[in-house]
């Protein structure tokens, strides 16, 4: 099926993030720090979008840029047809319901003083229409419910209820506007694993009876690997390689990302003994001072001249695979 | 292959209770395991388990009280340390000479004021009675063997100019300054990113090679069990219920707990399809076990039968391989065929 015939819920072109560094009595700009720096990616409706990578490489960036939590340098952000990386805050707010965010910590997420009611409630009513309270009542329990919380807890405060508890209801708060799009900042990395499946399945069911479309940021190639569709992965402010999540394992083409994988044992430890490691040397370098040309070159083993000169594009070579490398 | 490695560390029927208003919290309820030279263990468990507090009896680092040492015998080389005071001399000696620990947020183990030169080398003018001079070269080699490029003007770092990576690496410098013959650590990487992860992993992994320490591994982190490791213990509830081979537990996993955690990690390698089978509710709070299995809330075989008591740890197949579950039997007949 050619590009434009696919039902996009969220198309990102060329996105930058350039936060200044101010020093001095005058706050003078004596630098970028390049958070994000190109980044072009499409969600397509009903669809799970993963962006991996490690700390500092401007995932969460991307997450934040979409909701205009940051204004963006540059880029188009492209929600249903139109581009709202430039609207201002009253045209955003009605978007605002429509894209929600579940974030990694739960805890610093939730109001500590508030109930869950009225946690629930606060975000029912932000879309300015009558609400009658029976209505508001009936409404938190079926949200409670959609998410595996028992509505007798109702009356609760976030203190009282445990890690897995905690990011249902941040679940639950999310779907209170019915969005189309639910940004998912690391949501199950601060989760135990037996908890973590749970919270996993439970996004995935509530994709499949809400038709949600996720873009799903995280740091942990498996789960992303589990609930995503297409899978891109980020270094360094850039998306180094796109492609649907099946791919990943056994058809991945860039240096980094295949390095990443080689890093992430699996738990299969016949087939864990017979894999072939590939180490990566040194630490990820600062946005700052980012490298010229490809920002992997200084750790890639297969680093040329020309990687140092010139960032390479984000090109298909297989269908629906794209890598951002020259020396494929 | 028959393994005649020495017992380094043995650890028999420990039990840690903490003494709250709420009564009475086995932590850490009859754990018994042991560490060979030379060898890296696993133990494995989610939050809560007791297995960081297992760890930290054995270096008697409870806080006293609430927390108390309630029974069983820790003996480290032949030595029972756990008949030595909390503040005795011998003790001291152990800690950071004999057995080092390593934890999970490094900045929060190193002190922010100090020098990382200054605080290396007070260990080891503490462990090996140099005087600071030595001790500084020292520490210098010791930062120079955990693979950190220009060690000597390291020293002259304070640990807010580390990075992650880096400031676990200096840990691990400070238990290769002093010898240890054992180290621990608790959650060593949970903190950092994967490919940190992997490099200070192996990095771990060589000091074995090369020293032969014997390393002791906390982790919830099934994948690096599965790489590093040679022997498993996982805990649930503040008990071991299944330990054996590496091997063993991963593949032919028979307790349901076991069973359940490993089915429920999202694999890199296996079908994408298929939703994660999940273990059913919570981790059960320490204050409020019941008399019987601790399992038994979350189980797919729970039965009444369970509702007997605690179950004992038997042994279920060659190379040391025990499970604690009543059903074992049922279950080992399910998994011949």
């Given at each position: 099926m050619p590009k434009n015939e696919k039902d996009l819920i969220l198309k990102v072109t060329d996105l930058k993030m350039h936060f200044p560094?101010?020093?001095?009595?005058?706050?003078?700009?004596?630098?970028?720090?390049?958070?994000?720096?190109?980044?072009?990616?499409?969600?397509?409706?009903?669809?799970?979008?993963?962006?991996?990578?490690?700390?500092?490489?401007?995932?969460?960036?991307?997450?934040?840029?979409?909701?205009?939590?940051?204004?963006?340098?540059?880029?188009?952000?492209?929600?249903?047809?139109?581009?709202?990386?430039?609207?201002?805050?009253?045209?955003m707010s009605p978007i605002r319901r429509d894209i929600q965010m579940i974030f990694q910590d739960p805890y610093s997420s939730l109001d500590p003083r508030q109930s869950l009611k009225s946690i629930l409630k606060e975000a029912i009513v932000c879309d300015m229409k009558p609400h009658g309270a029976t209505e508001i009542e009936k409404r938190i329990s079926e949200l409670m419910i959609s998410v595996g919380l028992d509505p007798i807890m109702m009356d609760r405060f976030p203190h009282e209820l445990s890690g897995g508890q905690r990011q249902r209801l941040g679940?639950?708060?999310?779907?209170?506007?019915?969005?189309?799009?639910?940004?998912?900042?690391?949501?199950?990395?601060?989760?135990?694993?037996?908890?973590?499946?749970?919270?996993?399945?439970?996004?995935?069911?509530?994709?499949?009876?809400?038709?949600?479309?996720?873009?799903?940021?995280?740091?942990?190639?498996?789960?992303?690997?589990n609930i995503a569709d297409n899978i891109a992965v980020m270094y360094l402010g850039h998306i180094?390689?796109?492609?649907?999540?099946?791919?990943?394992?056994?058809?991945?083409?860039?240096?980094?990302?295949?390095?990443?994988?080689?890093?992430?044992?699996?738990?299969?430890?016949?087939?864990?003994?017979?894999?072939?490691?590939?180490?990566?040397?040194?630490?990820?370098?600062?946005?700052?001072?980012?490298?010229?040309?490809?920002?992997?070159?200084?750790?890639?083993?297969?680093?040329t001249d020309k990687c140092k000169e010139k960032m390479p594009d984000l090109t298909e070579r297989m269908p629906n695979h794209f890598v951002a490398c020259h020396n494929v | 292959m028959t393994d005649n490695r020495?017992?380094?560390?043995?650890?028999?029927?420990?039990?840690?209770?903490?003494?709250?208003?709420?009564?009475?919290?086995?932590?850490?309820?009859?754990?018994?395991?042991?560490?060979?030279?030379?060898?890296?263990?696993?133990?494995?468990?989610?939050?809560?388990c007791g297995k960081s507090v297992t760890q930290m009896s054995v270096m008697q680092l409870i806080q006293t009280p609430p927390g108390k040492i309630v029974g069983g015998e820790v003996f480290f080389?032949?030595?029972?340390?756990?008949?030595?005071?909390?503040?005795?001399?011998?003790?001291?000696?152990?800690?950071?000479?004999?057995?080092?620990?390593?934890?999970?947020?490094?900045?929060?183990?190193?002190?922010?004021?100090?020098?990382?030169?200054?605080?290396?080398?007070?260990?080891?003018m503490c462990h090996k009675g140099l005087d600071k001079k030595a001790a500084w070269a020292e520490g210098v080699k010791a930062l120079a063997a955990v693979g950190i490029p220009d060690p000597e003007a390291r020293?002259?770092?304070?640990?807010?100019?580390?990075?992650?990576?880096?400031?676990q690496r200096v840990l691990i410098a400070i238990a290769v300054a002093c010898g240890s013959k054992l180290i621990i650590a608790d959650e060593p990487t949970t903190a950092l990113d994967v490919t940190t992860q992997a490099q200070v992993m192996d990095l771990l992994k060589s000091l074995v090679k090369e020293y032969g320490t014997s390393i002791l591994m906390v982790t919830h982190n099934l994948g690096l069990v599965t790489r590093y490791a040679?022997?498993?213990?996982?805990?649930?509830?503040?008990?071991?219920?299944?330990?054996?081979?590496?091997?063993?537990?991963?593949?032919?996993?028979?307790?349901?707990?076991?069973?359940?955690?490993?089915?429920?990690?999202?694999?890199?390698?296996?079908?994408?399809?298929?939703?994660?089978?999940?273990?059913?509710?919570?981790?059960?709070?320490?204050?409020?076990?019941?008399?019987?299995?601790?399992?038994?809330?979350?189980?797919?075989?729970?039965?009444?039968?369970?509702?007997?008591?605690?179950?004992?740890?038997?042994?279920?197949?060659?190379?040391?391989?025990?499970a604690a579950c009543w059903r074992i039997e049922e279950i080992l007949k399910n998994a011949e065929k």
């Open positions: 560094i101010r020093k001095g009595l005058l706050a003078k700009t004596v630098g970028h720090v390049k958070a994000v720096d190109g980044v072009s990616f499409e969600i397509e409706r009903g669809k799970t979008f993963g962006l991996v990578g490690e700390s500092g490489c401007g995932k969460t960036t991307v997450g934040k840029c979409v909701l205009r939590i940051y204004n963006p340098t540059g880029g188009e952000i492209v929600y249903n047809g139109k581009d709202i990386a430039n609207y201002s805050a009253s045209e679940i639950a708060r999310a779907l209170a506007c019915n969005p189309d799009l639910i940004i998912c900042d690391e949501p199950v990395s601060a989760l135990d694993v037996s908890i973590q499946a749970q919270v996993i399945n439970l996004l995935k069911n509530l994709q499949k009876q809400l038709g949600l479309s996720y873009l799903f940021i995280a740091h942990d190639l498996a789960v992303v690997r180094v390689e796109t492609m649907d999540s099946d791919e990943i394992y056994a058809h991945s083409i860039h240096p980094y990302t295949k390095a990443l994988l080689s890093a992430v044992p699996i738990t299969d430890y016949y087939e864990e003994q017979k894999r072939q490691r590939l180490p990566l040397e040194g630490e990820v370098p600062s946005p700052i001072h980012a490298p010229s040309g490809c920002p992997f070159h200084p750790r890639c083993p297969y680093a | 020495e017992i380094l560390l043995e650890v028999k029927n420990l039990k840690t209770s903490f003494f709250t208003q709420a009564g009475e919290v086995k932590a850490v309820d009859d754990v018994s395991y042991y560490v060979k030279r030379g060898e890296v263990i696993a133990v494995v468990g989610e939050s809560g080389e032949g030595k029972d340390i756990l008949k030595y005071d909390r503040f005795s001399e011998e003790m001291r000696a152990i800690r950071g000479g004999g057995i080092a620990m390593i934890f999970q947020e490094p900045m929060t183990s190193l002190n922010p004021v100090y020098k990382i030169g200054n605080q290396l080398s007070e260990v080891i020293m002259e770092n304070y640990p807010f100019q580390m990075s992650g990576g880096m400031r040679e022997r498993v213990y996982v805990m649930y509830a503040g008990k071991v219920i299944e330990s054996g081979t590496c091997e063993d537990i991963l593949m032919h996993a028979r307790h349901p707990y076991t069973m359940g955690l490993l089915n429920s990690v999202p694999r890199l390698d296996s079908e994408r399809s298929q939703d994660l089978v999940a273990i059913d509710g919570q981790p059960p709070r320490l204050s409020e076990l019941p008399p019987y299995c601790s399992f038994f809330p979350r189980c797919p075989y729970a039965c009444e039968d369970c509702k007997q008591g605690k179950p004992e740890l038997q042994e279920i197949g060659p190379n040391d391989h025990y």
